[in-house]
T-cell receptor, first 111, second 111 residues
Framework: NAGVTQTPKFQVLKTGQSMTLQCAQDMNHEYMSWYRQDPGMGLRLIHYSVGAGITDQGEVPNGYNVSRSTTEDFPLRLLSAAPSQTSVYFC??????????FGPGTRLTVL | QQQVKQSPQSLIVQKGGISIINCAYENTAFDYFPWYQQFPGKGPALLIAIRPDVSEKKEGRFTISFNKSAKQFSLHIMDSQPGDSATYFCAAREYGNKLVFGAGTILRVKS
C-alpha cells in the first residue's frame, strides 16, 4: 500500500493563479480531509469528505474548492491564489472514526 | 479562538529526562484525543490516543494523562531520546470525525 500520496511536493504560484493539489489513498477509506499547517497555528481543517459525492467545509474553507468523484481521490483547488494561502497542505484519510493517516504534504508559496 | 490550547511552544530536555506537553480544551463534545508526532518534511503520524472515559494510557515510553473534570490532557515521554526530537500536536475529535489541533510543541532532546 502506498497509503496517502500527495502531488506536487512543492509549488510556487503567482497571485491570482489557480492550481489543484492532488491527494489519493489506496486504503479504501471513506473519510478524507485537507488541512493547512502554519507556524504557531497547528493544523486547521479546510474541507472534508465522508464519501464519494459528499463534501463539507471545515474551519478555513474560503478560497478553496473540493470535489470527491471517487473513493480514492480528493483534490483541493485554489481558485485565485493569494499570499495568505502560502502554507503546507496535508491530506488525510481514515475509515470512519478510526486513525487518520496523513500524506507527506505539499509546500505552497504564493508570491 | 483556539479550541485546543497547547503548551509549551518549545521544550528542551536532556537525554534520559521526562518531556511533558500539556493541552486544554473547552468543548465537552470532543470524544477522542490523539497525539501526533511530526518530523521535519513529513506528515503528522499518530503516536498515541485516549478516549475521555480513561484517565491514563501508556504505550512504551509514551503516556497520556487525561483529566476530564479539568478538561486537560498531557503527553509524558519517559527516558527521552534524541530520536524523539520532533514537533508534537495534541488534537481533539469532534462530530463528523473532524480533528481540532493544538498549535504544536517543538521538542529537542539534547544528547
Amino acid at each position: 500500500n502506498a497509503g496517502v500520496t500527495q502531488t506536487p511536493k512543492f509549488q510556487v504560484l503567482k497571485t491570482g493563479q489557480s492550481m489543484t493539489l492532488q491527494c489519493a489513498q489506496d486504503m479504501n477509506h471513506e473519510y478524507m480531509s485537507w488541512y493547512r499547517q502554519d507556524p504557531g497555528m497547528g493544523l486547521r481543517l479546510i474541507h472534508y469528505s465522508v464519501g464519494a459525492g459528499i463534501t463539507d467545509q471545515g474551519e478555513v474553507p474560503n478560497g478553496y474548492n473540493v470535489s470527491r468523484s471517487t473513493t480514492e481521490d480528493f483534490p483541493l483547488r485554489l481558485l485565485s491564489a493569494a499570499p495568505s494561502q502560502t502554507s503546507v497542505y496535508f491530506c488525510a484519510s481514515s475509515s470512519f472514526y478510526n486513525e487518520q493517516f496523513f500524506g507527506p504534504g505539499t509546500r505552497l508559496t504564493v508570491l | 479562538q483556539q479550541q485546543v490550547k497547547q503548551s509549551p511552544q518549545s521544550l528542551i530536555v536532556q537525554k534520559g529526562g521526562i518531556s511533558i506537553i500539556n493541552c486544554a480544551y473547552e468543548n465537552t463534545a470532543f470524544d477522542y484525543f490523539p497525539w501526533y508526532q511530526q518530523f521535519p518534511g513529513k506528515g503528522p503520524a499518530l503516536l498515541i490516543a485516549i478516549r475521555p472515559d480513561v484517565s491514563e494510557k501508556k504505550e512504551g515510553r509514551f503516556t497520556i494523562s487525561f483529566n476530564k473534570s479539568a478538561k486537560q490532557f498531557s503527553l509524558h515521554i519517559m527516558d527521552s531520546q534524541p530520536g524523539d526530537s520532533a514537533t508534537y500536536f495534541c488534537a481533539a475529535r469532534e462530530y463528523g470525525n473532524k480533528l481540532v489541533f493544538g498549535a504544536g510543541t517543538i521538542l529537542r532532546v539534547k544528547s
